[in-house]
T-cell receptor
């Protein structure tokens, strides 16, 4: 099992540019979560999907953020236009129903720096 | 919705001492409580979990206790080692509903050699 895969691992961009973060969940997992982590705000849930359907996007900070899950093995988080305050580590996590429901497995994260 | 409070925010101990981190939750329907450890620059990783039908669970030097009546649960680390230094997060979830974990604010544990 390869675990949750995220790309890129690091991203440096300039203010105003579009940023796309990618995630491949663990095969067979039907929940996918996007988190943002900063020193000031800790670990924040941005949005999560169940069976590719967005369930709760109340954590998405503003319209500049959007997320999609076109199929069970791929999700994107897009920021357009990016701003310096978006600098953070973005984690994707996945989990499944059944015996281990609730156990979330995190990807390695994407460290985003917006200049 | 669920609210999870975690204390203390920082904890400093000497190697070999015990460390205890406490969390309280608000939703009495929560039935699964995982603990995550996050080392500097790494991802959060599950270290132990407990379900609401169990009062205590141990895994080597780590144990978790749950008091459903008081709605609090705790992480206990015995014989701490420098490699235990990390940020620890508690979380709670109602597994019968859509699987959204609510995390505590985190505890920075420092173990001094």
């Amino acid at each position: 099992d390869a675990g949750v895969i995220q790309s890129p691992r690091h991203e440096v961009t300039e203010m105003g540019q579009e940023v796309t973060l990618r995630c491949k969940p663990i095969s067979g997992h039907d929940y996918l979560f996007w988190y943002r982590q900063t020193m000031m705000r800790g670990l924040e849930l941005l949005i999560y999907f169940n069976n590719n359907v967005p369930i709760d996007d109340s954590g998405m900070p503003e319209d500049r953020f959007s997320a999609k899950m076109p199929n069970a093995s791929f999700s994107t988080l897009k920021i357009q236009p990016s701003e310096p305050r978006d600098s953070a580590v973005y984690f994707c996590a996945s989990s499944r129903q059944g015996g281990s429901v609730g156990t979330q497995y995190f990807g390695p994260g994407t460290r985003l720096l917006v200049l | 919705g669920e609210n999870v409070e975690q204390h203390p925010s920082t904890l400093s101990v000497q190697e070999g001492d015990s460390a205890v981190i406490k969390c309280t939750y608000s939703d009495s329907a929560s039935n699964y409580f995982p603990w995550y450890k996050q080392e500097l620059g790494k991802r959060p990783q599950l270290i132990i979990d407990i379900r609401s039908n169990v009062g205590e669970k141990k895994d080597q030097r780590i144990a978790v206790t749950l008091n459903k009546t008081a709605k609090h649960f705790s992480l206990h680390i015995t014989e701490t080692q420098p490699e235990d230094s990390a940020v620890y997060f508690c979380a709670a979830i109602v597994t019968t509903s859509y699987g959204k974990l609510t995390f505590g604010q985190g505890t920075i544990l420092t173990v001094h050699p």
